[in-house]
Every structure is written in C-alpha cells, then in structure tokens.
C-alpha cells in the first residue's frame, strides 16, 4: 500500500477530484481492460473509489479522499475488497 497526502491551494483539492471522475467516464480501454467509479462519498468531504481491471482478474484500487484543501490518495494492493477500501478512505479521513 502507498499512501499519498498533500495541502492544495483553495478549491485545487475539489478541483483535482472533478477531474478525476471526468478522465475515468470518458476512458474506453481496449480489450478485457476497464476502469470506473465503484464507489463515492464514504469518507471526508469527497470521496472516490477507483477500480482498475488490468485483465485476466487483475485489479488495481485508488482510494481519494478530501477534507477541505487536503487530500489523499491510496494506492492498495489486488485483493482488497471494494467495503475494505472504502473503510481505509474512512480510517485515512480520521486522520487527516
């Protein structure tokens, strides 16, 4: 797991996540690949869940989560299910 945190400047933290959520509904992989929005607004002022399927079952899971201008993202390792990463956004917004 790797865990990424940092202070934006005002609006630039809300600003990141829109964009997020805009590059991921207009991606179209190719092949058996995908990625999309599993889940939102479990955890801080704004949440994401990201699930990416490389194919052949293998998933990659991104959990962003703001509280005012900060914002952290964490990357986990395959495995984790999708109730167990939103409870690391919840545990990661509980301390920032």
Not at 35 to 53: H, K, M, N, T, Y
Not at 56 to 62: D, E, P, R, V, W
Request: hydrophobic residues 40%.
């Amino acid at each position: 797991m790797l865990q990424h945190t940092g202070r934006y400047a005002a609006g630039e933290a809300a600003r990141y996540l829109d964009e997020i959520r805009e590059r991921v509904s207009a991606c179209s992989p190719d092949g058996a690949r995908s990625v999309r929005i599993a889940a939102q607004g479990f955890a801080g002022d704004e949440s994401v869940l990201v699930v990416f399927d490389h194919g052949g079952g293998q998933l990659a899971k991104n959990v962003l989560v703001r509280k005012g201008d900060v914002l952290t993202e964490i990357f986990s390792k395959p495995g984790r299910s999708d109730s167990a990463s939103r409870e690391l956004g919840r545990k990661a917004a509980a301390r920032i």
